[in-house]
Nanobody
Framework: QLQLAESGGGLVQAGGSRGLSCVGL????????MAWFRQAPGKEREFVAH????????IYSDSVKGRFTISRDNYKNAMFLQMNSLEPEDTAIYYC???????????????????WGQGTQVTVSS
């Protein structure tokens, strides 16, 4: 069974940058489409970005488009999220998620995703 482990969270000042990583354990991630979600305090978990198994079909939420970049390296069995121009509103727990690439699913819906990491906290100070 696929397990996911995020890293890279921390405290960053507004306007700064941060990079997150998500490593796959137990299985190779090249069988999976993957995404980043986030959950801010008191809010529901929301979609951030999606990337298909081959690195294509990249989708961003409107709130991060132009500031965040999702990528993956299947040889390293890892996915990444580069976050630039961070704002206090980006403060959240960031989760990586995956689902089998052979299924047609709604990519920005958390219900599509079978596997989740434990999350990593990103705090943006003003």
């Amino acid at each position: 069974q696929l397990q996911l482990a995020e890293s890279g969270g921390g405290l960053v000042q507004a306007g700064g940058s941060r990079g997150l990583s998500c490593v796959g354990l137990g299985r190779t991630i090249d069988l999976y489409n993957m995404a980043w979600f986030r959950q801010a305090p008191g809010k529901e978990r929301e979609f951030v970005a999606h990337i298909a198994r081959d690195g294509g079909d990249i989708i961003y939420s409107d709130s991060v488009k132009g500031r965040f970049t999702i990528s993956r390296d299947n040889y390293k069995n890892a996915m990444f999220l580069q976050m630039n121009s961070l704002e206090p509103e980006d403060t959240a727990i960031y989760y990586c998620a995956a689902y089998g690439a052979f299924y047609e699913k709604i990519k920005n819906s958390q219900t599509a995703y079978e596997y989740w990491g434990q999350g990593t906290q990103v705090t943006v100070s003003s």
